[in-house]
Every structure is written in structure tokens, then in C-alpha cells.
């Protein structure tokens, strides 16, 4: 078998290369950013961590020494194929690659919900506030609100106080009882994670409400005030709890939405998480795919956090070497002790996790008929509305096709589940497994230019 | 070194997005849309939205979160 293609280099992907390398294999690590590390250890040109740097540098140093390792950073795959056990990925920067061992860890991205005024300049993804702020110290404003659900809500709020923006307030949408406890079920290191935050949070006295959500942003060009409302278990505002504040800013996240659109351009099997209903790559215990030599690891394959990613990672580069015939079952075993035990641990507590942080329905009750649902179309609810009641849409992709939701740039990257969960609302169903999987089918993964299609066609 | 932004000269530095560099500037609008002519500015700044969108070097659509500012670069920004 040949050189194995990691698409990916974050946790997932840097653990996997170390692993290969490590049975004698090499392998290639494509990444769109200019750096690896992924989100997680996002950094800029002189990588930083306020903590968890440790394990990032491990892993970046010993990539860096070995020179069976190659990384191709800032470089996009904008199109993949699988056919008879080979995978093809198409670069933006003019070639292609191909191998029949390959690696699927492409992360995941902020799952959005809208509400009016969450296209204004000012308003961001709880990731994006992160991501700016690591990547370069920008800050998404001076005085922000931090809105949505999930833990993720706490490190994104402690780094920005610490940069330096007033923080006035974090958000909870679900009603979490004995927050912190609930973080530490899983080891100590996390209960140590949390105290941390709320220790940052409380010396910059910043209220963290739960129960609470943004349900409007207002401004003349960009946000400077924002409507938040408590809301019942349900996510449905409470009437007449309706608060006006002013800031300039704010970071919103509902969890992430594992990133597909390559695993399904290489016809991988999917199935659907029983809790959240996200997409997620079907993998077994070696984490190979319903494709022979093609394997997934990290939040594609389900959101689980970084632990989880080094883990799937390793345990898919192991599995990787043995079946490139680089080390035997028996090395493998060994090498394996207790990976298997932790996975499944930190899978069931990622699980307990979305159970508490799910988004609930009673979010369509911020939206009101002029509220944009499709950012790059700028599809309004109303319009939505207008091609299933009128035009008699009654499936996603037919809403789709009528309305142009989900046609623009991002090809439904952030729309895909909105549209999917409104359209099934209003018909008073639920959205099909394979609606929820139609989302994920962009062949053109990126756009690229005519030459390079050009270039690549010859 | 220099790029243009609008077709004025101005000193930038190197390793930055060219998003983070506009916000830094406090250029939070990045464009206008296509229907309602309204503000858009970064929403995921990690390349997936597709809201951040400017004319880089005369190519239209560029990722402002995600291209890397170089000497030279000649960006359009509408607001």
C-alpha cells in the first residue's frame, strides 16, 4: 500500500501521522490552514497556549523531525473520489494526490441557529471569536455577549476576557444543574478545565445566565444592542422577560457539525447521531470506514472533544500501519492497551454531553417572517414558508430547489440543518435520515478557479 | 510591506488573514449582498461561511478569514 494521505491536521491527524511514522510509514498531512493544530490549537506565526500547549508541541515537534512526515499547510481539497480501493483528492494549488490508504479527520465547524439580525457585521460563531483571537489577537469587539449552549461557551468567554474584552454576559440557553460537576464526571484534568474558567469568569464578574438566549441583534450597519430573553426548557421565549443591552459584538454556538463533505464525496457510509441528529462518519473499532482503507478519526466521526480526537487518531494510525503491513497485530495490540476503554469512556460522557446541551425546537420562535435563514441567498423565513405552503415543497431538497436556500458559496455549510429542521416544522415531520445526509453533498467541496479545473482537466 | 486596500496604499504585516487585519483596522463590513445591499462581515472566520467574501487581486469571492495577506495585495472591500 502507498503513502498514507491524512486530510486534516488537527488532533485527529497529528496523532495518526506521529503513530505511522512510528511503525516506519509515511505519510502526507493535507490542511487548509497555514498551520498545523487544527481549531483546537488554532495559534498564529508563534504558537501560544494559555494551557494544553504541551501536548500540541509533543506532536508538532516530533512531526517536524521526522522526515517521513510531509505537511502541506494552506492547501485546500476541493474535490475527492474513491474507485476500485484508491482515493483521488484534488488540490487547489493545481495537483493531485492519490493513495489507497487514507485518513479522514476534517474536524468539524460551529453549528449555528439564526435569529434577527444574526447576518449584522459584529455577530459571530463562539469558534470564530475563538479562532480570530488565537490565530492573530483579533478581537470581535469591545463589549460582547457570549450566547448559545454547550462548553464550549466557557473557554471561548475566558480567553476573551482574558484578551481584554468586557464580557457581559454568557448565555446558557439549556438549564444546566451542577455545571461543574458535570464537566469533572469524566477526569480530573476537565473539572480542573472548568474551575479555571469560572475562576476568569467571576474575577471579571461576568453573569453567566442560564436559560437565557439572544433572540435579536439590532444596529445601524453593524450590531450595537441585542435582545436576550429567558426561554423555557423548550428553547420558546418566555413572554414579557424580553432585556435590551448595547454592545458591539457578539459570539453565538449550538455545538458543531461535524465537517463531511469530503467523507461524502468518498461514499463512506454515515449514520445519523441518535441524540443530536448530526451526520457523522459510520466507522469500526479500527476506525476504518465502509470504504476498504479509508479511515476517520475526531469530530467527523462525532463530536467529542480533543481527547477523543488523539485517541481516534492513534488508534487509526496503528490500524493504518498493520494494514499497510508495517508492524504486526501483535505490535498493534501493545501499542493499544487501553485506547479502546478510554474511547468508549469519553464517547459515552461526549454523549451525556449532547444529551443535556441539545438544541431544542422552540428556537424557530425568535425567528419572524424577514429573518434570513440562508445567509448566501439571503432566503427569509418568509420565503421559506412561501415554497411549502404555496409551491407545495413538502421534502427539504425540493424547499431547497424553490427557494435557493443552501445554493449559494457555502453550500448549506450553515443552513443545511436550519432549512432541514424549519421545512420538517412546518409539514410536522421529522427531517429523513437522507435529507439530513443530503446536506453534505457538495462534490465541489471549494470553489476554485477555471484555470485550475482547466490545469487539472489535462 | 504594503498593500492596497480600495486602491489606497497602506503598511501591513505579515502572517495575518487579511480579515484580521481589516477588523484590527475596525473594518468590520467586508461587503454588501447581492439582494438586500446589506452589511456582511465575518461570521465563522474559519473559512466554512463564506460571509466574509472580497475581491483580492482582481479575483472576486476570496475568503478574507482565510487568505493570508501578501506584499503587494490589492484588496477590495465595499461599505
Not at chain 2, 447581492?34 to 482582481?58: A, S
Request: aromatic residues 6%; glycine residues 12%; charged residues 20%.
Amino acid at each position: 500500500m502507498s503513502r498514507t494521505i491524512i486530510i486534516g491536521g488537527g488532533p485527529a491527524g497529528m496523532s495518526a501521522a506521529v503513530e505511522i511514522a512510528r511503525s516506519g510509514g509515511d505519510a502526507l498531512i493535507i490542511d487548509s490552514n497555514p498551520r498545523l493544530g487544527g481549531q483546537y490549537w488554532r495559534h498564529g506565526e508563534n504558537a501560544q497556549f494559555s494551557h494544553d500547549g504541551a501536548r500540541f508541541f509533543a506532536l508538532q515537534d516530533e512531526i517536524d523531525r521526522e522526515p517521513k512526515i510531509e505537511v502541506r499547510a494552506g492547501t485546500q481539497v476541493w474535490r475527492a473520489a474513491h474507485l476500485d480501493g484508491v482515493s483521488s483528492l484534488w488540490l487547489n494549488d493545481g495537483t493531485a494526490v492519490t493513495s489507497d490508504s487514507l485518513l479522514i479527520a476534517t474536524g468539524a465547524y460551529d453549528r449555528s441557529l439564526p435569529f434577527p439580525g444574526w447576518d449584522l457585521p459584529g455577530s459571530m460563531t463562539a469558534g470564530g471569536a475563538q479562532a480570530i483571537l488565537k490565530a492573530s489577537g483579533a478581537l470581535l469587539g469591545r463589549s460582547v455577549f457570549i450566547a448559545g449552549t454547550g462548553p464550549f461557551l466557557l473557554p471561548v468567554a475566558a480567553l476573551l476576557v482574558e484578551a481584554g474584552v468586557k464580557v457581559l454576559g454568557v448565555l446558557e440557553a439549556n438549564r444546566v444543574n451542577g455545571w461543574l460537576n458535570h464537566l469533572g464526571a469524566v477526569d480530573l484534568s476537565k473539572m480542573k478545565d472548568a474551575a479555571r474558567y469560572f475562576k476568569v469568569l467571576a474575577g471579571a464578574k461576568v453573569p453567566i445566565r442560564m436559560g437565557y438566549a439572544i433572540i435579536e441583534a439590532r444596529g445601524n450597519g453593524h450590531i450595537e444592542e441585542v435582545v436576550i430573553a429567558k426561554v423555557d426548557r423548550n428553547f420558546a421565549v418566555k413572554p414579557g422577560t424580553m432585556e435590551v443591552h448595547k454592545c458591539d459584538a457578539i459570539a453565538t454556538g449550538w455545538g458543531f457539525t461535524p465537517d463531511l463533505t469530503i467523507a461524502h464525496s468518498l461514499g463512506v457510509s454515515t449514520d445519523v447521531h441518535p441524540i443530536d441528529r448530526s451526520v457523522i462518519i459510520h466507522v469500526d473499532a479500527f476506525q476504518e470506514t465502509s470504504q476498504r482503507g479509508v479511515f476517520a478519526a475526531g469530530e467527523s466521526t462525532g463530536v467529542g472533544g480533543v481527547d477523543l480526537a488523539l485517541i481516534e487518531g492513534r488508534v487509526a494510525g496503528i490500524a493504518i500501519a498493520v494494514q499497510r503491513g508495517l508492524i504486526t497485530t501483535i505490535d498493534a495490540k501493545k501499542r493499544s492497551v487501553g485506547l479502546a476503554q478510554e474511547r468508549s469512556k469519553i464517547r459515552k460522557f461526549a454523549d451525556a454531553l449532547l444529551s443535556v446541551y441539545k438544541i431544542r425546537e422552540g428556537w424557530r420562535s425568535w425567528i419572524n417572517p424577514q429573518t434570513i435563514l440562508c445567509r448566501c441567498e439571503e432566503v427569509t423565513f418568509h420565503q421559506l414558508r412561501n415554497v411549502i405552503h404555496d409551491l407545495g415543497a413538502n421534502d427539504v431538497r425540493t424547499a431547497k430547489l424553490l427557494s435557493r436556500s443552501g445554493m449559494g458559496l457555502c453550500q448549506g455549510r450553515v443552513c443545511g440543518r436550519i432549512v432541514a429542521d424549519v421545512v420538517a416544522g412546518e409539514i410536522g415531520i421529522q427531517a429523513t435520515d437522507d435529507e439530513l445526509r443530503g446536506i453534505h453533498n457538495r462534490p465541489i467541496a471549494h470553489p476554485i478557479s477555471l484555470q485550475t479545473l482547466a490545469d487539472q482537466g489535462n | 510591506m504594503k498593500i492596497y486596500l480600495n486602491g489606497v496604499e497602506i503598511e501591513a504585516t505579515e502572517n495575518e488573514s487579511v480579515g484580521t487585519f481589516l477588523l484590527k483596522r475596525r473594518q468590520q463590513v467586508l461587503r454588501k449582498t447581492r439582494f438586500q445591499d446589506q452589511p456582511r462581515g465575518m461570521f465563522c472566520g474559519i473559512g466554512v461561511c463564506f460571509d466574509c467574501v472580497v475581491t483580492i487581486d482582481g479575483v472576486t469571492n476570496q475568503r478574507a478569514c482565510i487568505t493570508q495577506l501578501r506584499s503587494g495585495m490589492r484588496i477590495e472591500v465595499t461599505s
